[in-house]
């Protein structure tokens, strides 16, 4: 039996409900096609704080490094908003991407027809709309040196540098042209080239690593554009490629496309370690322990790792499939909840795709 070890960091929050019913899809899809999966729980965010003063602790680091990928609730509670910022249970996230590597972010915006009027844009607009944000995630301004805050000509003076190396940008628009390649083949490449010098050196690079891929039609926008057409048209995109800060800021715009945080995934790759596989969505902790968060988009995480990490397509499918399956039902959790469908709770979802997995 082929078998699997997973670094299980359900974190702050609704953290663990939802990786809770994401466990349990995986054990399902592992019964089925005989698949071994192991699960090493480990501390992240304010849990970790509270536990070892400091949100990425040693111990769960070196969970993650050895395992054969990782699978995140959230991290984050307002009660630790008074700490200093680096410990901040948000902190561990910049530093377990930067331990593992994880230069690249997929982000689907996926509108699902039975859920189109769950939207605050109109129908016809967005049915239809199936787009992949593929976001650099270790670079950019997040990352830039030097930064700081310090008191120049007598005032307080902030500043970060947003910067790519020409390396970083190749090794993730070769990602975005591989993602391509697999869907539409149909690339946008967001950026701020006519005000940005490093946005030019992304265009250039961009436009070099494009000739490898002749297959897939590449275009240019600005980012304040690309923002626009994603409310405008979100249906003219396939795959968007894009910087951190600019990924950052279009990837949860084009999430409410969908209606609801709750139903969209998110990968995190690596070259050379263990990927990561989280949410979108916060980690709601006014709604802890109520059974009402929405596990979707932790169980579509999980079916992302399925593909990403394992090659295991037939069962990432699968699992999108048994995800469809409940709300063509009509089995809502209180997110998304409509008139005249069945609204359920967190644990009741899972329970329902994991029997669609089986039944299938």
Not at 308 to 334: C, E, P, W
Request: hydrophobic letters at 40%; glycine letters at 6%.
């Amino acid at each position: 039996m082929t078998s699997y070890n997973i670094a299980l960091l359900a974190g702050d929050g609704t953290g663990k409900e939802v990786t809770d019913e994401a466990v349990k899809v995986l054990k399902a899809a592992g019964e089925k096609y005989s698949v071994d999966f192991n699960f090493e729980p480990a501390l992240i965010g304010g849990c970790a704080y509270d536990v070892y003063k400091k949100p990425l602790p040693d111990e769960t680091l070196n969970i993650a490094k050895s395992s054969d990928a990782v699978l995140l609730g959230a991290v984050g509670d307002w009660k630790y908003d008074t700490l200093p910022p680096e410990v901040r249970p948000e902190k561990a996230l910049l530093g377990i991407r930067k331990e593992l590597n994880l230069f690249a972010n997929l982000r689907p915006a996926t509108v699902y027809p039975e859920l189109t009027k769950l939207s605050p844009l109109k129908e016809d607009v967005i049915a239809g709309t199936d787009i992949m944000i593929v976001r650099e995630l270790t670079g950019d301004v997040y990352f830039g040196t030097p930064k700081g805050i310090e008191t120049r000509n007598g005032e307080k003076f902030g500043f970060n540098n947003m910067c790519y190396y020409e390396s970083e940008i190749r090794r993730i628009a070769h990602v975005a042209f591989k993602v391509a390649m697999q869907r539409n083949r149909k690339l946008c490449s967001v950026d701020k080239a006519n005000v940005l010098d490093v946005s030019r050196l992304w265009r250039e690079i961009v436009t070099e690593v494009s000739k490898e891929y002749p297959l897939v039609e590449l275009n240019y926008m600005y980012v304040d554009n690309a923002a626009m057409q994603i409310i405008r048209n979100p249906k003219q995109f396939d795959v968007i490629l894009t910087g951190n800060i600019f990924g950052d800021i279009l990837s949860d715009e084009a999430s409410m496309l969908s209606g609801s945080l709750g139903l969209l995934p998110s990968a995190s790759l690596s070259d050379s370690k263990p990927a990561m596989y989280e949410p979108i969505h916060g980690s709601a902790p006014d709604l802890k322990g109520q059974n009402i968060v929405n596990p979707i988009a932790t169980i579509l995480s999980a079916a992302m790792m399925l593909k990403y990490s394992f090659n295991m397509d037939k069962q990432h499918d699968d699992i999108v499939n048994a995800v469809r399956k409940a709300l063509k039902d009509g089995y809502r959790t209180q997110d998304i909840a409509q008139q005249g469908m069945k609204t359920i709770g967190t644990s009741e979802m899972g329970d329902i795709i994991k029997n669609n997995i089986m039944q299938n």
